[in-house]
């Protein structure tokens, strides 16, 4: 609790002045305030005395007071906003910023839906706490201590009666509270249960309109909205229960102090004015004790909500940047694994087995495998998106675990095997990888990824919208996208993981042409499945099982005739479409290796 409020007032405290000058508002108000009853009581005094001149000061008095305690509100509000919106605003960006780097382990675990409400909820509470903590808390607590200050002078029993009232609502709340929080905490896991059914079912309307599968999504969603509702109604009735109690010891306590106080007045030991005055400030009283529970209550589930929404923050994050980093200032490009080992934590063991290679700056590798052999594994690790669990990766010579992440991951570019683009422009997408782009580079990188011509015929040209995560272009035209944004980065390393998979033959053809005109003093990693690619290359290496199976020259690997030469067999026979090869052998081409 204390750590959480610690973090909330951390993000206040930057802002000392307006959060200085709001405090001092604040209280002014809250004490001018609760002096009014005490005033209501001398002008009653007055009006039974007939002193007309007093009576009207008076008046002006009580009229001045609200005057000026609205005005010392307003300030304080007004003050309290210069804090809170730019700590607010710090907070989410710490919080964002926090997501940006965690781990590509965290992201791939992530649930987004749930990711999101938790934010949003806890951007809510950040606004909410300071409201409840700060403006009625600070508030409520001055105007009970004022008003119990005023019945201690009055009478003892009444002061004392009232602090009894208030320590049997306090210890009463605190319990109820406890149950509150608890219902709240379930219902909010059903609650993010529902958003992440509606994020996926956003992100993947595609396949559910493949399938015309829209009422067995809304069936799901009713499903889910089952324990959804059940853990609705008992946090719900778990405020029913809290305004019960309470109101109920308030409500006898407020009768038992008015029949002491008319007993008084009747004996002739209180004037009507105090009357007035016990009045005010006990109907006073016990609305702001109601108010103050409704306020707790509000911490209490606004705690909640901030506590998750920083604990974002307390997820470690596993791959660091070293703490005195090597800085190479022009990266070459070689490339060297050494004997690694690597599991996927939770998730495939044995993803890679003493995998060792050596690639010389400026030398073309292409990687071959069956599917999930663990190609694209080696580009991860390459990039660092994952720590080898035994093993090093080099490049140039120096320990990628001693490079910052940032000086590794912008030498080397990459066409992934699924390209994702930005909800945004051509223009934007294409730029990405650079700042302080020009339209002529732009221009550069989009004709040589052969995509210039598409653009050129389309009404918006490079302003065109791509739609959420390209979804809005082609299979090709996304890849072609992606290699001019990864060619106007001027990588040192490029990585080709099937960039090319979604292209017909001509598009690729051209593609290839740039690509080895680009590879010019480059590393390239190539991932491909078609041999018109993977031959061109210096050195093939095969992977499978996540080891290195063989490794060499198009030539003296068909001369060995181990698994690359099965599937170059099967492929040049033309058995197979270019997506089975490496899948394994298809009956067909069983059949047709036999007959040879
Ligand atoms: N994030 C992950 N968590 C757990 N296991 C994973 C993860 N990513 C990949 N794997 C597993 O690791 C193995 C190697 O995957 P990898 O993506 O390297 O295969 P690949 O050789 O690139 O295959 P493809 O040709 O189909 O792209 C697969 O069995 C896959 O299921
Ligand atoms: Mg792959």
């Known amino acids: 609790m ?18 200085v000058a709001f405090i001092l508002a604040l209280i002014s108000a809250s004490i001018i305030e609760s002096l009014i009853p005490y005033a209501s009581k001398l002008l009653i005094d007055t009006v039974s005395l007939g002193n007309a001149n007093f009576l009207t000061k008076m008046v002006v008095l009580i009229i001045g007071l609200r005057i000026i305690s609205n005005l010392l509100h307003t300030l304080a509000r007004y003050t309290g906003d210069k804090a809170l919106i730019p700590a607010s605003r710090d907070a989410r960006i710490k919080v964002f910023r926090q997501i940006q780097d965690l781990d590509f382990a965290f ?16 951007d809510n509470a950040f606004f909410g706490l300071f409201e409840n903590i700060n403006i009625e808390l600070i508030s409520i607590t001055i105007s009970l201590g004022v008003t119990l200050f005023f019945f201690a002078n009055i009478s003892p029993i009444i002061a004392g009666l009232m602090f009894v009232v208030a320590a049997i ?23 993010d249960k529902i958003s992440g059914i509606i994020t996926d079912n956003l992100l993947n309307y595609e396949t559910v309109k493949f399938f015309a599968q829209e009422e067995k999504e809304e069936t799901r969603l009713k499903k889910e909205f089952k324990p959804w509702i059940d853990k609705l109604w008992k946090y719900a009735n778990s405020f029913r229960v809290m305004d019960i109690a309470i109101g109920a010891v308030s409500g006898l306590g407020g009768l038992a102090v008015l029949w002491i106080s008319i007993k008084k007045l009747v004996a002739g030991s209180i004037t009507t004015g105090d009357l007035v005055m016990i009045i005010g400030f006990t109907s006073d009283f016990w609305y702001q004790s109601f108010h103050l529970l409704f306020r707790i209550r509000g911490i209490a589930n606004q705690f909640i909500d901030i506590k998750k929404y920083f604990s974002i923050l307390d997820n470690r994050i596993l791959i660091k940047d070293p703490e005195k980093p090597t800085i190479i200032e022009k990266i070459k490009g070689d490339i060297e694994f050494q004997d690694v080992c690597f599991d996927y934590p939770r998730g495939k063991k044995n993803a890679l087995v003493n995998t060792s290679f050596k690639i010389k700056a400026g030398e073309s590798i292409a990687f071959v495998g069956k599917s999930g052999a663990g190609k694209t594994t080696i580009i991860k690790l390459l990039l660092r998106f994952y720590d080898v669990n035994k093993g090093k990766i080099l490049v140039d010579n120096i320990d990628i675990r001693d490079l910052t992440k940032a000086q590794l991951r912008s030498s080397i570019g990459i066409v992934p095997q699924e390209p994702i683009l930005f909800n945004n422009t051509i223009g934007f997408n294409i730029a990405y990888g650079k700042s302080n782009v020009t ?32 979804i809005k272009l082609s299979g090709g035209e996304k890849q072609r996208l992606a290699i001019a944004r990864m ?5 040192k390393i490029i990585i080709f993981d099937e960039a090319t998979s979604n292209l017909d033959s001509e ?8 690509l080895w005109k680009i590879a010019k003093n480059r590393t390239v990693l190539i991932i491909a499945h078609r041999f018109s690619t993977i031959r061109k290359a210096d050195r093939i290496i095969v992977i499978e ?10 030539i003296n690997l068909i001369k060995k005739k181990g698994v ?3 599937f170059w067999k099967l492929q040049s026979q033309g058995k197979t479409t270019k997506k089975f090869e490496l899948l394994g052998p298809t009956p067909k081409a069983i059949r047709s290796q036999k007959q040879h």
């Open 2 to 19: 204390i750590k959480t409020l610690k973090q909330f007032y951390s993000f206040l405290f930057k802002y000392k002045k307006a959060l």
């Open 107 to 122: 992201h791939v675990d992530k649930n987004t839906g749930s990711l999101i409400s938790a934010f949003k909820r806890g």
């Open 169 to 191: 609502n306090i210890t009463m709340g605190w319990y109820l509270i406890k149950l509150n929080i608890h219902k709240r905490t379930v219902f909010n896991t059903a609650e």
């Open 439 to 470: 339209k002529k580079e732009i221009t550069i990188a989009a004709k040589m990824a052969n995509i210039y011509d598409f653009i050129k015929e389309l009404p918006d040209k490079y302003e065109t919208n791509v739609g959420e995560r390209g």
């Open 487 to 491: 060619l106007l980065t001027k990588p």
């Open 507 to 514: 598009s690729e053809t051209l593609i290839q042409d740039a």
């Open 545 to 554: 099982n996540g080891k290195i199976a063989e490794s060499g020259s198009h």
């Open 564 to 566: 690359y030469h099965r």
